[in-house]
């Protein structure tokens, strides 16, 4: 069994659809919960993180964890064309350590 | 600010040949360093991390090796190149917590032919 799961897609959206990404996973350890945006032949880009269970808002992005079920969302809404990419989820476990999801490709059509 | 710098961007190279590619971090002392790779249409794999000079730990058993000569460099390599070695190879770095994201370079594309 894989740490991390995260269904790879791809997943297609309209434009202004609400998108929601998920990942589970089975280290109890993993203390802190991170979505990464990565576009086509580019280095990821951290979107948000969090180290506790609960709702973190930042713009259209609502990142959610639940540790009790190992289960972590990412929420976009009213999705851009621009929001178009392969969205990772990843966790850390203690010594810095970080793992990722296999990632799921978006795409939000005009 | 901290930046990090990885090169070269794309690379072919035959079956059989030598590989070095390069990653330094800029604006921070004693960071995290990673190595990872991601195949087409998969996730990132952890090849892997130091914590410190000359600490090197291996994720998985490869035909690659990296070395990390001073603090802020780290150097993946292989003395003979697979096909199946061919992907896109990201180095990251972290701050030295284990409550903390992690910073990635722009990768290189490595086609192995």
């Known amino acids: 069994q894989k740490e991390v799961e995260q269904d790879p897609g791809p997943l297609s959206v309209p434009e202004g659809a609400i998108v929601s990404l998920n990942c589970t996973y089975s280290?109890?350890?993993?203390?802190?919960f991170m979505w990464y945006r990565q576009y086509s032949r580019k280095g990821p880009e951290l979107l948000m993180y969090?180290?506790?269970?609960g709702n973190k808002e930042d713009g259209r992005f609502t990142a959610q964890v639940d540790k009790s079920s190992k289960y972590i969302s990412l929420f976009i809404r009213d999705s851009q064309p621009s929001d178009s990419a392969t969205y990772l989820c990843?966790?850390?476990?203690?010594?810095?350590?970080?793992?990722f999801g296999q990632g799921t490709t978006l795409q939000v059509k005009p | 600010s901290q930046t990090i710098h990885q090169w070269p961007a794309t690379l072919v190279q035959p079956v059989g040949s030598p590989l070095s590619l390069e990653c330094t971090v800029e604006?921070?002392?004693?960071?995290?360093l990673y190595w990872y790779r991601q195949a087409a249409g998969r996730g990132l794999q952890l090849l892997f991390y130091?914590?410190?000079?000359?600490?090197i730990s291996s994720e998985v058993p490869q035909n690659l090796s990296a070395s990390r000569p001073q603090d802020r460099q780290f150097i993946l390599s292989s003395k003979k190149l697979l096909l199946s070695d061919s992907g896109f190879y990201l180095c990251?770095?972290?701050?030295?917590?284990?409550?903390?994201?992690?910073?990635f370079g722009q990768g290189t594309r490595l086609t192995v032919v």
């Open positions: 130091s914590v410190g000079i000359g600490q």
């Open positions: 990251a770095w972290s701050v030295v917590r284990a409550d903390t994201e992690a910073f």
């Open positions: 990843a966790m850390s476990a203690p010594g810095g350590k970080l793992i």
């Open positions: 969090t180290y506790s269970s």
């Open positions: 604006g921070t002392s004693n960071p995290n």
């Open positions: 280290n109890s350890a993993f203390q802190y």
